[in-house]
């Protein structure tokens, strides 16, 4: 059990659920639940005015998670996703293999857990960044696609337009 208080003095509570080292390949604690405890609205704006932005995102259409080793950690995200999920192509340097669950209950959403190209991490292309970013963070989300609308997501890796990384601090978010 966890829990914050917000600004407004509101507090928000939380059960997280973590493997233990054993359970995953890499010993790293990959990958985790949250359960909200309190009313999820104290947590995630959902006024209108609150959730629209000019650029349209609506939501989340799915996440590109890198790990060392794919097999070893395919295991572990089947058994907390209740999905065996299927292997996937992915159209973004430097990835070697990915496996695609879906998410959520509606629209499409999906993650994919993606092993780097580990030979290219020397390199200083494009091809290079998955592997370099595993070194440097360890496993964990790489990118992000955005959706826009209410309709289910039809695109996947490699598709959108990239915002800025350096207007977000390096991350890759895909609109």
Same mark, same amino acid.
């Given at each position: 059990?966890?829990?914050?208080?917000?600004?407004?003095?509101?507090?928000?509570?939380?059960?997280?659920?973590?493997?233990?080292?054993?359970?995953? !390949?890499? %010993? &790293?604690?990959? =990958?985790?639940?949250?359960?909200?405890?309190?009313?999820?609205?104290?947590?995630? $704006?959902?006024? *209108?005015?609150?959730?629209?932005?000019?650029?349209?995102?609506?939501?989340?259409?799915?996440?590109?998670?890198?790990?060392?080793?794919?097999?070893?950690?395919?295991?572990?995200?089947?058994?907390?996703?209740?999905?065996?999920?299927?292997?996937?192509?992915?159209?973004?340097?430097?990835? !070697?293999? %990915? &496996?695609?669950? =879906?998410?959520?209950?509606?629209?499409?959403?999906?993650?994919?857990?993606?092993? $780097?190209?580990? *030979?290219?991490?020397?390199?200083?292309?494009?091809?290079?960044?998955?592997?370099?970013?595993?070194?440097?963070?360890?496993?964990?989300?790489?990118?992000?696609?955005?959706?826009?609308?209410?309709?289910?997501?039809?695109?996947?890796?490699?598709?959108?337009?990239?915002?800025?990384?350096?207007?977000?601090?390096?991350?890759?978010?895909?609109?």
């Amino acid at each position: 059990d966890l829990g914050r208080l917000r600004p407004d003095g509101e507090r928000l509570a939380w059960r997280m659920s973590v493997p233990s080292d054993s359970e995953t !390949a890499s %010993g &790293h604690g990959w =990958p985790f639940l949250i359960e909200d405890t309190t009313p999820r609205s104290f947590r995630v $704006p959902f006024e *209108e005015h609150e959730i629209t932005h000019a650029n349209s995102a609506t939501g989340l259409a799915g996440i590109v998670t890198l790990v060392p080793e794919l097999s070893g950690e395919r295991p572990a995200f089947s058994a907390i996703l209740g999905a065996q999920g299927e292997p996937t192509p992915l159209d973004l340097p430097g990835i !070697a293999a %990915g &496996h695609r669950f =879906p998410i959520g209950d509606a629209l499409g959403q999906w993650l994919i857990v993606a092993e $780097p190209d580990h *030979e290219a991490g020397s390199g200083s292309d494009l091809a290079s960044v998955p592997a370099r970013y595993v070194q440097k963070y360890g496993p964990g989300p790489f990118a992000v696609w955005l959706r826009r609308g209410d309709t289910p997501v039809e695109t996947g890796p490699g598709t959108g337009r990239l915002l800025d990384p350096d207007l977000l601090s390096g991350a890759r978010f895909y609109l």
